[in-house]
């Protein structure tokens, strides 16, 4: 017989205790955790203009005076399909202006009729001038700055609601 198929006393012993040892201080596999809830789908604006072409936007929604306060300052950028819905608890003449907002934006001001019922194009980048239309309204879609004129939108246009509670 050769050295190396001689069995020692204890050689499986060892064997054992080294795999328990081994098991031990690796880390053990976790179960699977359990899927998560599904997200709802983004709140989406559907705004159609005069000639019935339809533009999704899904939007953020603003309906505390906090957030509406803060809106999309200091944001780099935003998605060209994407916008922020600030939900007033009134029709008014709302103002906005774009002090620490960094990206070029407009403003379409809805009545609660969901009518559009003016825009502010291409709003200034941190701008302070006073950002209004001379129509109440009760919903304000703020997007991309170009995207109305893109979409073929003017006042008298309409808006649906899409997963949005008023």
Known sequence: MH???KRRPGGVLLLAGLMVLLACTRP???PPAPPS???ASAPLVILTNASGQETAVRVE???????RERGLMFRRELAPDAGMLFIFPDESFHRFWMKNTWIPLELIFLNSQKEIVGIVARARPESLDQLSVD???RFVLEVNAGFSEAQGLAAGDRAKFIGIEE
Do not use: D, I, Y
């Open 3 to 5: 050295e190396g198929n």
């Open 37 to 39: 809830p599904l997200k």
């Open 135 to 137: 129509r109440p309204a």
């Open 61 to 67: 929604l603003a309906r505390t005076r906090a957030q």
């Open 28 to 30: 053990q596999a976790q």
